[in-house]
């Protein structure tokens, strides 16, 4: 191909490329406006963001703290060799733990952003 060839297959493909991208952002525009699953997603958004931060990391540490003890008793059954299988949930809970502490340390007061 010639430079002037391939300005034209440039153009061309910027173009296709443009209009496709133009249509699918407005069919899925469309498609989110009418959405009940977005409707359902905010709804829950708005409801988290209502909580203080120090109930958001309380929850979010008593829930990694519950999965970490689940994973462990699944490991426990059936007795993995090695010690890696058991650092990725100690991790894990280590950071759980962190959570509920700063989530006992906040002040009650604060208030969500």
Sequence with gaps: MNASDHG???????????RLAAALFAAFTAARD????????NDARDAWQSFTPSMQWQFIGTVLL????????????????GYWWWAIPGMAGAFALV????????????VAD
Excluded: Y
């Design 99 to 110: 959570l509920l502490a700063l989530a006992m340390t906040a002040k009650p007061t604060d």
């Design 34 to 41: 009418g959405s009940r699953l977005i409707a359902r997603t």
């Design 8 to 18: 034209l297959w440039k153009q061309l493909a910027e173009s296709v490329i443009g």
């Design 66 to 81: 519950f999965s970490v003890l689940t994973h462990v008793g699944l490991l426990a059954l059936q007795r993995p060799s």
